[in-house]
């Protein structure tokens, strides 16, 4: 837990030595406290990079603060002496949602300010001070994790299973052989399998995404990875990645985590992929987001010309490194583009997250008023190894169905232990954490579904 801690400089000289109480009670229950207080961290709001940036030294010390309260998990302020800024602070805190706590040896201003998150709190010793740190920590902690609840409900493949299930259903509708072939997939789906080949196996095969990427964001619609987004941004606050830092989005597909983190607030995001296809598609979808920088890079040989204070390379595109070499290469030459204490974030579909119905059911079919899908899986359990066989066909805009196109991939089903070796053999990084599908940490043998890890580069 991150817990931003402030007080009015005019008021140091007479309560400094319960200023010093309050960031000890905080640390010894294990919260880090980010403050001006805090001196190492505080010179860092100064170097000439931010001088420059916020033009100086009164804005500079503004821009601390206020990312400060932004990136805390809650704020807490000694206001013995009154200060008019300080009075701000506390509002800006409540109005990211911040849980504040006021304390003060002269005035009980819960008394005077009525607001679901603002404690305010009279103290006159330091063992008075223990117990109000303490009740709003745990008050603290009991909201985070209802918070991280809301998390759990919003992870990627719930949401995508539902709006595919849908498009499952439309598909199976009226009277074309399309319907039928959706009809009786479940039921009888080598001899679908077989017509469908029949009828379109003959067509070229193109590059992965070449064909995805027109309908991509219409199957996997931006709001799919809101929760996602929300998560990374816990992480990056956690470690203190701000929103003007350099943040990356590795094979940003179409760019929906970019959108997502730019209206968070992230304004100096770059997004690259190796399909030009998917580039096209985000250029189009973030052209109202002029801040975002799309370019074309392949994960291997990407060399950004600024590094990044942090990376998020999400939506289980480290799967599509079919062994451990390329995955060891790949994730390599991203911590080379990340800057020292950097973050990356980046998530597999291990073993049993294959074992979804989207990967079990050999052919399912997907309609849209736009696009037809045939998705058919072809699993190697020897080489762990999946081949996707893709058919789709798009309505150009007069409502006429235009011809059907196809495309493969393959995929790696990875075991944790496989990663887990991987990301051990990496040079100069520190895991921070390894989270299973509901974000909380992976123990002992747990194989779960999705997991997710947290790196830091030393
Ligand atoms: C499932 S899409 C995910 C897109 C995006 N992250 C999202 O959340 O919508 C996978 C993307 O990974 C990209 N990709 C796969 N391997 C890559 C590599 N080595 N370098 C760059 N992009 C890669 C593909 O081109 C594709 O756009």
Not at 26 to 44: L, M
Not at 123 to 146: C, G, M, P, Q
């Amino acid at each position: 837990m991150k817990v931003f801690f402030t007080t009015p400089l005019k008021g140091k000289p007479q309560y400094q030595v319960y200023i010093d109480e309050i960031i000890r009670i905080i640390e010894v229950h294990g919260a880090t406290v980010v403050s001006p207080e805090k001196d190492e961290q505080y010179q860092q709001a100064f170097t000439k990079e931010k001088l420059a940036e916020y033009g100086d030294r009164d804005r500079a010390h503004y821009e601390f603060i206020r990312q400060g309260i932004a990136s805390a998990d809650a704020v807490v302020f000694e206001a013995s002496y009154e200060d008019f800024r300080v009075g701000h602070e506390a509002t800006l805190s409540l109005m990211y949602g911040k849980p504040v706590l006021v304390l003060s040896q002269n005035v009980d201003y819960g008394r005077y300010i009525y607001h679901e998150k603002f404690i305010g709190k009279k103290y006159t010793d330091k063992k008075e001070l223990r117990k109000i740190i303490e009740d709003f920590l745990a008050a603290v902690k009991a909201l985070s994790n209802k918070e991280s609840f809301q998390v759990i409900h919003d992870i990627v493949d719930l949401q995508h299973s539902a709006t595919l299930s849908k498009l499952r259903y439309r598909a199976s509708q009226g009277t074309t052989y399309f319907a039928d072939w959706a009809r009786r997939a479940t039921k009888e789906p080598d001899v679908v399998y077989r017509e469908i080949l029949n009828k379109l196996g003959d067509l070229a095969i193109q590059k992965p995404w070449d064909v995805f990427a027109k309908i991509y964001n219409e199957d996997t619609p931006d709001s799919i990875f809101y929760g996602a987004v929300k998560f990374v941004d816990q992480v990056f606050r956690a470690h203190q990645v701000f929103k003007s830092d350099h943040v990356v989005d590795v094979a940003c597909g179409t760019g929906a985590i970019s959108r997502i983190l730019t209206t968070f607030g992230y304004r100096n995001v770059t997004a690259f992929d190796r399909s030009r296809a998917m580039l096209s598609e985000a250029y189009r979808l973030s052209a109202h987001m002029p801040s975002i920088k799309i370019m074309e890079g392949d994960i291997e040989r990407v060399n950004l010309e600024q590094p990044a204070k942090a990376m998020v390379w999400y939506d289980f595109s480290s799967n599509f490194a079919l062994d451990e070499r390329e995955l060891e290469r790949w994730l390599t030459n991203l911590l080379k583009n990340l800057a020292p204490s950097g973050t990356l974030i980046f998530n597999v579909r291990t073993k049993t997250g294959w074992n979804i119905d989207f990967f079990k059911q050999k052919v399912t079919l997907y309609e849209t008023d736009r696009f037809q899908r045939v998705w058919i899986n072809l699993p190697d359990y020897k080489k762990d190894l999946i081949t996707f066989d893709i058919f789709i066909r798009v309505k150009d805009k007069d409502g006429a169905w235009l011809p059907w196109e196809r495309e493969q991939m393959t995929e790696r089903m990875w075991r944790l232990s496989e990663i887990k070796r991987v990301v051990e053999r990496l040079e100069s990084i520190t895991i921070e954490a390894t989270l299973g599908d509901d974000y909380t940490p992976v123990k002992g043998t747990r194989e779960p579904g999705l997991t997710y890890f947290v790196l830091s580069k030393k």
